[in-house]
């Protein structure tokens, strides 16, 4: 199973950004990093598990939440086996634990369900 870590997280005041970090290891069977997709996942107290963004890391096609576009970039750095969400213009509403979650098939979407492999989360939080 592919190890997730994610990193990046902070307390941060809204209007600020923060670049989280996701390191991906563990591949078998013959697939690579360039296999997956890398979805990021956010959960705040009291929520269900949402999705903000996805990228598939053998074409570069990447999906965003109505709710995070024009302040969230996915990117991802194939040779260092990393996929990244740059956040900008944070909001108190951001406030979450983030997660990322690799996907075998590389299709990639926001549906939490089509995830393989998760890992433990980096914790965001923005004052006001």
């Known amino acids: 199973e592919v190890q997730l870590v994610e990193s990046g997280g902070g307390l941060v005041r809204a209007g600020e950004s923060l670049r989280l970090s996701c390191a991906a290891s563990g591949f078998t069977h013959g697939f690579t990093f360039e296999d997956y997709a890398i979805g990021w996942f956010r959960q705040a107290p009291g929520k269900e598990r949402e999705g903000v963004s996805c990228?598939?890391?053998?074409?570069?096609?990447?999906l965003y939440a109505d709710s995070v576009k024009g302040r969230f970039t996915i990117s991802s750095d194939n040779a260092k086996n990393t996929v990244f969400l740059q956040i900008n213009n944070l909001r108190p509403e951001d406030t979450a634990v983030y997660y990322c979650?690799?996907?075998?098939?590389?299709?990639?979407?926001?549906?939490?369900?089509?995830?393989?492999?998760w890992g433990q989360g980096t914790q965001v939080t923005v004052s006001a």
């Open positions: 979650a690799a996907d075998r098939t590389g299709l990639g979407s926001l549906a939490y369900y089509d995830f393989d492999s």
């Open positions: 990228i598939s890391n053998d074409d570069g096609k990447t």
